[in-house]
């Protein structure tokens, strides 16, 4: 069984079609690299596969373990195994991260059982401890207030730890418009390739060939016009990166 599966999705926005049929399948263990021009509808995917509210799927399905996932709530999402980042961009101002995660994890248990006491404190310290020290973090970082005055960087390392914490099926990741810094981009790269030995499948959305200098994926598609019009191995980055979009423009109006 697929782990997820989107099938002829076709999304607007406001009347305006922005999806126009996009097909993907992603097991775990795979990494899939998203690319394409700003405006082409990548993160308009990545927010109708975590349920945002604006899009109205007008055809087509997007389906978790062989379940539809389209009538679930974004937290139903997540529980079954989808993380997005910048999932929580926002400060919160007295909440560690250490205090945001164990509140986030027990919120997932109450949800499945309302009579959930919640993971101890012992037990909570030892799983987060355990996840800092495969993503060599510092076990300092846990207690700062979460977002309030991280940098770019720090921000990426929140995410990635959530990551770790949450343990997904299938992460989703837009990094397309953060500007990323080095920094930045070796944290999240780092983490990806760390957290792939869980058995997770990625989706990385990102406009650049940089990143997949640090995350090599197995696949990479390319989207033009709310259509994945070109899918191949890693070598299809590198051409990009050297002939760039335009060529695939070509490419597709001569195959109409
Ligand atoms: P990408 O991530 O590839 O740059 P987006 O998915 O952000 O592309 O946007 C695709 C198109 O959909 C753009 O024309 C954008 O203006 C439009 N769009 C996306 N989200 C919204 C929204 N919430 N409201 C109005 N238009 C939107
Ligand atoms: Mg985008």
Do not use: W
Request: overall charge negative; glycine content about 8%; aromatic content about 6%.
């Amino acid at each position: 069984m697929t782990a997820l599966e989107i099938r002829d999705l076709h999304v607007n926005v406001e009347d305006t079609p922005i999806l126009r049929g996009v097909n993907l399948s992603i097991q775990p263990g795979e990494i899939h690299a998203l690319m394409g021009p700003n405006g082409t509808g990548k993160s308009t995917l990545a927010s109708v596969i975590m349920g945002h509210p604006d899009y109205t799927i007008t055809q087509g399905d997007i389906l978790l373990d062989g379940e539809s996932i389209l009538e679930m709530e974004a937290d139903e999402r997540s529980r079954k195994g989808l993380f997005l980042c910048f999932q929580y961009p926002v400060a919160i101002p007295g909440v560690s991260i250490a205090n945001f995660l164990r509140m986030a994890i027990n919120a997932r248990r109450r949800a499945l059982n309302a009579e959930d006491k919640g993971i101890s404190i012992p037990d909570f310290r030892r799983m987060l401890r355990a996840k800092m020290d495969l993503l060599q973090m510092n076990h300092d970082f846990a207690g700062r207030y979460l977002n309030e005055g991280f940098s770019g960087g720090e921000k990426k390392r929140a995410e990635i730890l959530q990551m770790a914490v949450f343990n997904p099926r299938i992460a989703v990741l837009d990094e397309t418009d953060s500007g990323l810094d080095i920094d930045a981009l070796r944290i999240v790269s780092d983490g990806i390739n760390t957290l792939m030995n869980q058995d997770m499948g990625v989706l990385l959305i990102t406009h650049y060939q940089r990143m997949l200098n640090y995350v090599k994926p197995h696949f990479v598609h390319i989207m033009l016009e709310g259509r994945i019009v070109e899918s191949g191995g890693p070598e299809l980055a590198e051409h990009l990166e050297q002939f760039g979009y335009e060529k695939i423009r070509e490419k597709v109006a001569t195959r109409a």
